[in-house]
């Protein structure tokens, strides 16, 4: 029998896999290989399956080996390992009680150097100035306690390999929401933190109707002041102009489409806004290289929804294998059996059928995809609730109550940024277009990759074109452009509207969120931000973030293109 010939990592990818993911022993050796590592994620995985435990996980390695599936980093990182905890996302709760505040502090840390990142709403916590101890003292406020949590998570890293990932969502309702807005104009302020605002349906009527809005105190909901629903939309969008945050997550819709409603409201999402989670609640995600579908221009469909039944079950133990830093979150998380699966590699996908990003052709593909990972998504979680049953709270659930089918997962599709694992699988990130052919990557704190797109580089090789290794980036650039020609549209590019328009199309089809970065030119004006964020509302997302070119003194993508 003729052996598999795998494809090979890029040069970066190696050097990613070498710094936080291959085995090292006590001496500080490597003693893993890329193959080794993803067997031992593999036997792992598998170790829970009760028939075919040998035939599963050879089918979850060659799954992973060819790069068409990855699992979130920390599966890669720790399964195999003792005591691996291999969940991507925490939410945990933040109550106006100074013991709990720390508590939660605590599971952070306790969550963060297990490898996972976390999401917290201050929303419950007392205005700055209010009245604490019966009148002996005074609060300082959710953004001096957001101050703290940072602090901590600076001292801390993620499993030994990276820095803590969080997400801090206050509602908009709240009388500290303009502070809290402008908390991170400062370059060193708040860095291991996304914030975003919890924005609510009745303010954006308020917004679009000009009209005073309501701030209420969040310990007993009566009004404490009214400001101008204009006045915050426009410092908020000022401030995401200026540097990046806050993002807004929209809670009305993202409770409006809550599985499991009785068990709580989402309040808040994992570090990078694609997955809202109850309190306490964990999420376990993995993607699927949509490049690695198309052959000769041709998407193959059947390998495709193969690979989704797969790649459901592979997340699904994961959720049985795993070891929780935190007694709650095992409690809520395998009532709820959450998993996210996803795409990467769409972009890719694209440019190998020769479609541009920014065009109806390539949002019409993007519904279809999508679609069809959803559905089979959910007939997979279905065979495996008759198989293992469904996830405990079914009969409390809005699946239940629309008339689906026993499940055995409460959501089971999502679209998560997926920077560190399309790198290792040498494809483009998420949904998002190709950032540029050739760029920098400020990744492994603070090293500098210079990163010529692999399947741009596969694709003009396959065209007979091959590059020295001496060319600068404007030179590539433009012989990339000549190949492609309208197909090459790289997303420092995209407007706005394709940007929004295409993270709309993904969230029709996913149970959780989406997250995608709308990437702006540096001469993009405050204006647009506005657009976006109010588009995003307007076509049904559950959320926006957007960046604008060199508005941060550092920044993870860079373009190398003058």
Not at 86 to 94: D, E, K, T
Not at 113 to 132: D, E, N
Not at 146 to 161: M, N, P, R, V
Not at 242 to 264: H, W
């Amino acid at each position: 029998m003729k052996k598999r010939i795998w494809p090979e990592p890029t040069e970066n990818a190696r050097r990613v896999l070498e710094s936080r993911y291959l085995l090292r022993n006590e001496k500080g050796e490597l003693i893993e290989d890329i193959d080794r590592l993803f067997h031992r994620v593999a036997s792992a995985v598998a170790s829970c399956e009760k028939s075919d435990r040998k035939k599963i996980q050879a089918q979850f390695f060659e799954l992973m080996r060819s790069f068409r599936f990855l699992p979130n980093s920390p599966t890669l990182m720790n399964a195999g390992k003792k005591d691996g905890q291999l969940s991507a996302c925490f939410v945990l709760p933040v109550e106006d009680q100074l013991g709990s505040i720390f508590e939660t502090l605590k599971d952070a840390a306790l969550i963060h150097q297990s490898g996972g990142g976390t999401g917290f709403s201050f929303s419950r916590l007392r205005s700055k100035g209010s009245a604490v101890n019966s009148g002996q003292g005074v609060a300082s406020g959710p953004v001096s306690f957001l101050k703290i949590f940072d602090s901590a998570t600076e001292t801390i890293k993620q499993g030994g390999t990276r820095r803590g990932a969080n997400m801090g969502v206050l509602r908009v309702d709240h009388p500290d929401v303009m502070e809290f807005v402008d908390s991170k104009r400062s370059e060193k302020s708040i860095a291991n933190f996304n914030i975003s605002v919890g924005i609510t349906d009745r303010f954006m009527q308020a917004v679009d109707q000009n009209q005073d809005f309501e701030l209420l105190d969040p310990r007993t909901d009566q009004v404490v002041s009214r400001v101008s629903a204009k006045k915050i939309w426009d410092e908020l969008t000022l401030s995401a102009w200026a540097c990046g945050d806050p993002g807004v997550v929209f809670l009305d819709r993202m409770n409006f489409f809550n599985p499991t409603p009785e068990e709580g409201e989402f309040e808040s999402t994992n570090p990078c806004g694609e997955q809202p989670l109850l309190a306490f609640e964990s999420c376990n995600l993995g993607s699927i290289n949509l490049g690695a579908y198309v052959v000769d221009g041709i998407f193959d469909e059947h390998l495709f929804v193969q690979d989704v039944h797969l790649a459901l079950r592979f997340l699904d133990n994961v959720i049985s294998i795993n070891t929780f830093p935190v007694a709650e979150s095992r409690k809520i998380t395998e009532k709820n059996r959450k998993v996210g699966l996803g795409v990467m590699g769409f972009a890719d996908a694209l440019l190998r059928m020769g479609i541009r990003y920014d065009s109806a052709q390539a949002r019409g593909l993007g519904e279809r995809w999508m679609g069809l990972l959803d559905r089979e998504a959910k007939k997979a979680s279905v065979a495996l609730a008759k198989k293992r049953g469904p996830f405990p709270n079914w009969k409390k659930s809005l699946w239940k109550d629309l008339g689906y089918k026993p499940m055995r997962n409460a959501t089971v599709s999502t679209v998560a940024p997926t920077g560190t694992i399309s790198m290792i699988a040498g494809c483009s990130s998420g949904i998002e277009p190709i950032f540029s052919a050739v760029f920098r990557r400020n990744v492994l704190d603070g090293q500098n990759l210079l990163d010529f797109h692999p399947p741009l580089q596969a694709l003009l090789q396959e065209k007979g074109i091959a590059f020295s290794g001496n060319e600068d980036a404007a030179s590539i650039d433009k012989k990339v452009r000549e190949v492609f020609g309208s197909a090459w549209n790289p997303g420092y590019e995209v407007s706005v509207d394709g940007h929004v328009q295409m993270q709309a199309i993904f969230q029709r089809f996913s149970d959780s969120a989406v997250s995608k970065t709308i990437n702006l030119k540096k001469e993009a004006t405050v204006e647009d931000v506005r657009r976006a964020y109010q588009m995003a509302f307007n076509q049904g997302c559950k959320g926006i973030t957007v960046y604008r070119d060199g508005s941060r003194g550092s920044q993870v993508l860079v373009n190398q293109v003058n």
